[in-house]
């Protein structure tokens, strides 16, 4: 358990300045990714799916790290929505040519994300209770 506050400090970094940045300035969206809203309602809806999400996890991860018995409700977390983003983007990768050095890097992230989230939850399985 002593990779544990890492891993989730770790993840505190990664995920929850990304979702605040993305809350309120959706402009770094389309500077970074090129994608934008090409209305209002578009525009909160990248403030909530790019921004609230990753605030979210972000928050969970800030919330285990105060209080470890949230660790697993993070992991379970991270499991699902990190397996379903790596997964989907693989798709994209393939069915857009979305070959760059920002995806390739995401997807790094989102499957390390899933994969050592399930390690992490077989870890604490095997522990005593």
Request: glycine share 8%.
């Amino acid at each position: 358990m002593k990779y544990a506050k890492p891993y989730l400090l770790f993840t505190v970094l990664v995920w929850l300045p990304w979702g605040l940045l993305c809350i309120f300035d959706v402009t770094v969206i389309a500077d970074i990714i090129g994608v934008v809203g090409v209305t209002p309602s578009g525009n909160s809806d990248l403030r909530a799916m790019y921004g609230g999400v990753q605030t979210a996890v972000g928050l969970i991860a800030a919330l285990a790290l105060y209080d470890a018995r949230f660790f697993p409700n993070l992991l379970f977390t991270l499991a699902f929505v990190g397996s379903c983003l790596a997964l989907s983007r693989t798709y994209g990768l393939f069915a857009d040519d979305s070959s760059t050095g920002y995806t390739w890097g995401v997807l790094a992230y989102e499957y390390f994300a899933a994969i050592s989230s399930v390690l992490w939850l077989r870890v604490l399985a095997r522990l005593p209770k």
